[in-house]
């Protein structure tokens, strides 16, 4: 089993291992001092795995409820929210029993903000079952829903009690959902290891799954601990996603994620070489490892049309934008454009 330390500032293990799900219970109880615990899970992994998970917690004399939604972006919101609270309360919860996230992002997302407010922060752990929920959001205590007015608008920096990653899991995530998440581990190879980003470029989709997650979470993890509160460096997580943002928005979320974010990747790194901001070899590596993941490389947006909507993100601060410069691969940058030179620095990646 591997074991990684996230030095938060409510510190907190990421335990990793094949099956570990099986297990989930020994490694729950000491952080459960009641017994008690609220599943909160979607349609599609509580087929999946509730099971699994509800035996190994009643072995440990653990007892359990469980809250379960449908699955998708469109339950991440204040009604499944508000919901979740009423049957943690209809439920008993204490301050001393606990919530079990089991699910992808969004499960992950609502229930970490449930028991961030849930009489004012209640402990939970973290069962990550998508790829992307096992590098990017089961790690650094982000927790939020969406509004009708935009994703992710109320939240919390809250941190797990643990994160359990049982890579078995993704045995059954379908390729387009696996794909996507792969987007954000070529994210983390391009910012911070050129190992990484090679065995990706070498083994395409069949990469060492305990490996690659691993060294995605120690980078998050390390990234978390300098900047928790996303004031500096934690932006270099967002290498691909102010154009990728953009573009996302542009298809009215019609392209996923991990689509934009892999298009987003591509654009940064040409408007880079063209500004001489970046080794020459960047642009083409890149897209040799998207080509193996078969992510996309190009959009038909205008650069025009993908400006317009930048300006209205909401990391922008006054005028200007900080963006993720791929100096090369392995190293990222952070560099702050005033929104004006935006366009045109765009405008050399996209025809
Ligand atoms: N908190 C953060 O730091 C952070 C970071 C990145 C993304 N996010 C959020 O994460 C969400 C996206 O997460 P996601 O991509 O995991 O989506 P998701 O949670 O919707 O999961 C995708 C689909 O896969 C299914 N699924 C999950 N695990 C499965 C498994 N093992 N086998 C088969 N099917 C499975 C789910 O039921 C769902 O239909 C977004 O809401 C995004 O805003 C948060
Ligand atoms: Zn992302």
């Not at 219970?25 to 909160?40: L, R, V």
């Not at 699910?103 to 004012?120: E, K, N, W």
Request: proline letters at 3%; charged letters at 25%.
């Amino acid at each position: 089993m591997k074991k990684i330390h996230v030095d938060a500032s409510c510190p907190y293990d990421v335990l990793l291992e094949n099956g570990i799900l099986a297990d989930a219970g020994t490694h729950i109880a000491p952080f459960c001092k009641n017994d008690y615990a609220a599943i909160i899970t979607d349609d599609t992994v509580n087929a999946l795995y509730s099971t699994v998970l509800e035996a190994s917690l009643l072995k440990e004399g653990i007892r359990t409820v469980k809250f379960v939604f449908p699955h998708g972006e469109q339950s991440k919101s204040a009604e499944t929210y508000i919901e979740i609270l009423e049957f943690l309360a209809e439920n008993h919860l204490t301050r001393s029993d606990l919530i079990i996230a089991l699910g992808g992002g969004v499960v992950g997302d609502m229930a970490g903000f449930a028991a961030a407010t849930y009489l004012r922060g209640i402990s939970f752990v973290q069962i990550p079952t998508t790829l992307l929920a096992m590098v990017d959001s089961s790690v650094g205590g982000k927790t939020a829903i969406d509004l009708r007015a935009g994703k992710n608008l109320a939240g919390a920096f809250y941190q797990p009690k643990m994160v359990l990653c049982d890579p078995a899991v993704l045995n059954t995530l379908p390729q387009d959902i696996f794909r996507d998440g792969s987007a954000e581990v070529i994210k983390y190879g391009v910012l911070g290891s050129r190992d990484l980003f090679m065995h990706l470029k070498e083994k395409g989709e069949n990469f060492d799954r305990t490996w690659v997650i691993a060294k995605c979470i120690e980078m998050k993890s390390e990234i978390v601990r300098a900047d928790e509160f996303e004031s500096g460096q934690r932006m270099l997580l967002n290498f691909g996603h102010t154009f990728g943002h953009a573009v996302e928005k542009m298809s009215n979320f019609s392209l996923s994620h991990g689509r934009a974010v892999s298009i987003g990747m591509m654009l940064m790194a040409k408007s880079a070489l063209a500004a001489s901001l970046c080794e020459e070899e960047v642009p083409d590596e890149i897209e040799a490892v998207l080509k193996a993941f078969s992510l996309p490389l190009e959009t038909d947006y205008s650069a025009k049309d993908l400006y317009g909507i930048m300006l209205s993100d909401k990391k922008r601060s006054g005028d200007s934008l900080t963006v993720v410069i791929p100096s090369e691969i392995g190293k990222c940058t952070l560099l702050k454009k005033s929104t004006d030179s935006l366009l045109s620095f765009l405008e050399s990646a996209v025809i």
